[in-house]
């Protein structure tokens, strides 16, 4: 099985160091965390919630993060 390298936040980085068991990797520890939990699960868990966001400040967060990201990569990639 190959694998992939991603960026995670410290604040999470750090929970799954803290959720890991002696001997588990750190793989081991993401797949048991998330083990039979998905995208229909997360739907049913936030739905309603959307009422109580602000899209519009969430959408404005989106296109600041992106633009930082594209930037950040266009000054990695040659």
Do not use: C, H
């Amino acid at each position: 099985m190959g694998t992939k390298q991603v960026r995670v936040s410290e604040r999470l980085y750090a929970r799954v160091e803290d959720e890991k068991r002696e001997g588990e990797t750190f793989s081991d520890a993401l797949e048991r965390m998330i083990d039979g939990y998905g995208l229909l699960d997360f739907a049913e868990d936030v739905e309603g919630a959307s009422d109580a966001w602000d899209t519009e400040a969430l959408e404005a967060d989106f296109e600041t993060d992106d633009e930082a990201n594209r930037k950040e990569l266009d000054e990695e990639l040659p």
